[in-house]
């Protein structure tokens, strides 16, 4: 299986830059996900590895093979560069059954017919749709459907599968059943999985890293809890994590190296970095993910806003100072409107971020000043 390599890839339509001096580098049997808000490049960067789009600058390499280079002129075609792409939509041939279907892009390649029949067997049962062989699409559901076209896809043994948004169409329920497919898939099949999703639930379950991107521009790349746990920068940590951070404007005054008082939500806290700060700006965003705020014991006060059971968890909104503050509760709990509670901030994953650039510049834990 190869690695893919992309070196200051851009991409213009007209004026408008839908892909700004990309770099990153796709490790053999890595599952990456690009994810990030309808029109931010990621859909135009699938496209561009994979062949149906032509960058305006850069260079591609899969493997030891260059595929596109804008400065020698080198752009092979996608059936060139041992790809497989799933779309959105399924695109089955309606008229055939599912094994021709499966069998279709083998046949093109002119594989024999006892390697089709072996190789069609082996998908139908890798997928587990052994008893629809001889249906049409028409008579499959749409996680059947599904199915299908991620055998067909895998069938010729691409060295690359591409898919944008494959599981946009499903339910639910269909979609988390199909995330453990495809998560089992790229496990047994051996392959590198290039996935484009806007949905951070599916970037953070299947990917071994994600890159996250905003208008073009990358702004992490990276294992998926490292990417919840230690965003770049504010919009990383708005974009990823349900219920989303907490994030609270504030003051800091550097004490030392990896000491700082700060000041947010009406109170002063002393801050303690892991590491040494590499920068430091008075003007900051307290970052606090939600389950790091414990409701019930405490220092800080707060008033309930509103409680939001869900079966396994609860999201408590607490009134702190006139700004609204998230907590989640392991099990379901309930609070009386209005009331006060008493909450702590605990562990080593309050963030700074510079209010001014937007960046991380520290990560530790907080203490209340009495």
């Known amino acids: 299986m190869p690695k893919i390599v992309l070196e200051n890839v851009t991409k213009l339509f007209d004026k408008f830059v839908a892909v700004e001096n990309l770099n990153m580098v796709i490790e053999d049997r890595e599952f990456i996900t690009l994810l990030g808000p309808s029109g931010c490049g990621k859909t135009t960067t699938l496209r561009m590895i994979a062949g149906l789009e032509t960058p305006t600058e850069g260079k591609i390499t899969i ?52 390697e089709i029949r072996k190789r069609v067997t082996e998908m139908l049962q890798m997928m587990k749709i052994e008893e629809f062989e001889k249906r049409y699409p028409s008579e499959l559901s749409g996680g059947q459907q599904q199915r299908v076209a991620i055998a067909r896809t895998l069938a010729p043994k691409p060295k690359v599968l591409f898919m944008d948004e494959p599981l946009s169409n499903l339910d639910a329920k269909l979609r988390l059943e199909m995330r453990t497919e495809l998560k089992r898939l790229h496990i047994n099949t051996d392959s590198t999985f290039v996935y484009v999703t806007h949905d951070q639930l599916e970037a953070m379950t299947l990917a071994t890293r994600v890159c996250l991107i905003k208008n073009g521009i990358l702004q992490q790349y990276a294992p998926p809890l490292e990417v919840y746990n230690k965003p770049a920068n504010l919009f990383v940590a708005d974009f990823v994590g349900n219920p989303t951070m907490n ?43 939600p389950e790091f705020v414990q409701v019930d014991e405490g220092p800080f006060e707060g008033e309930i806003y509103a409680t939001l ?46 209010a001014d650039t937007t960046e991380r510049f520290a990560m530790g834990k907080v203490t209340l000043i009495k």
């Not at 004490?255 to 700060?262: P, Q, S």
């Not at 309930?334 to 009331?339: L, M, R, T």
Request: glycine letters at 8%; hydrophobic letters at 40%; charged letters at 25%.
């Open 247 to 289: 994030m609270l404007k504030g003051k800091a005054v550097k004490i030392d190296d990896t000491h700082a008082e700060v000041e947010f939500l009406g109170h002063k806290v002393r801050f303690e970095s892991e590491v040494p700060f590499a920068s430091f700006n008075e003007k900051v965003v307290v970052g606090i993910r």
């Open 63 to 114: 493997g030891d093979e260059v595929v596109f280079d804008s400065e020698r002129g080198i752009n092979l075609s996608p059936a060139k560069r041992d790809i497989g792409f799933l779309f959105q939509n399924y695109a089955l041939w309606p008229h055939m059954t599912v094994y021709q279907n499966i069998a279709f892009g083998l046949e093109n390649l002119k594989w024999p017919k006892d």
């Open 309 to 354: 059971p869900a079966g396994m968890e609860t999201t408590v909104k607490l009134l702190v100072n006139n700004e609204v503050v998230t907590s989640m509760k392991f099990g379901a709990v309930d609070y009386q409107y209005g009331s006060k509670v008493k909450f702590d901030i605990t562990g080593n994953g309050v963030i700074l971020f510079d």
